[in-house]
């Protein structure tokens, strides 16, 4: 009964893994690394999670692969030639805002001043480790972000659709309602013509300028204008 229980235990794992890794397939992660045998982990270790994997060691190939192509989240070594993790960041904020990037460092002490991270948007940075345990749950946090984004982003979308239904909807029920005559009130009485308007009431008292108020007709030709 012992085995049994362990054994379906380790299939009960074995299928909730299988269902996280085909969720982590639907996020594209690049990595930028100009070492080859970091890109080669990294590539076994994000594979064997299930995301879509691509490792790049040429930090101006990576920022042309950006351009192009679509990814969710960025790994991105700090220190590279031929230029370093900021200036490729620098360089991809310009056409790329939402792209999530996570920093590599050799070491704490080489990573960028913290002002430097806060004005290129850099969501995070870890050290380099052979296990990347911080690196995989700074990534599963990541992907939490990028999945709260995308549905703040469906929800904006939903509700400029309502909107321009709403004003879709007013336009046309203002233009039938100015084709629909005022119904009058049966208490109205119904002359031959205007001469037998009664005025019913008055409200306030009607403004009278000081001056003669002339006709537009002289206006316009004191101005030399055009009617």
Do not use: W
């Amino acid at each position: 009964k012992l085995k049994s229980s362990k054994k379906g235990l380790n299939c009960m794992r074995k299928g909730l893994q299988n269902v996280a890794n085909s969720e982590n397939s639907k996020y594209k992660i690049i990595a930028v690394d100009d070492e080859q045998g970091i890109i080669d982990s990294l590539s076994i270790f994000l594979k064997r999670s299930g995301y879509s994997f691509t490792g790049v060691t040429d930090p101006l190939e990576a920022i042309e692969m950006v351009k192009n192509e679509h990814f969710d989240l960025m790994i991105l070594d700090f220190i590279m030639t031929p230029i370093h993790g900021d200036a490729v960041v620098e360089e991809i904020r310009k056409f790329n805002k939402e792209l999530y990037i996570l920093l590599l460092t050799g070491h704490k002490d080489l990573a960028p001043p913290l002002e430097t991270i806060r004005r290129l948007d850099i969501q995070g940075y870890c050290e380099k480790s052979d296990k990347f345990d911080q690196l995989l749950l700074l990534i599963e946090s990541g992907i939490k972000s990028i999945e709260q984004m995308n549905e703040i982003k469906k929800i904006n979308e939903k509700l400029v659709t309502i909107e321009e239904n709403e004003k879709k909807l007013s336009d046309e029920l203002r233009s039938k309602m100015m084709v629909i005559p005022n119904i009058m009130d049966p208490s109205v009485p119904i002359g031959k013509d205007d001469s037998e308007n009664i005025e019913v009431e008055r409200f306030g008292d009607a403004y009278k300028p000081e001056f003669e108020i002339p006709y537009h007709a002289d206006i316009i030709m004191r101005l030399n204008g055009m009617d």
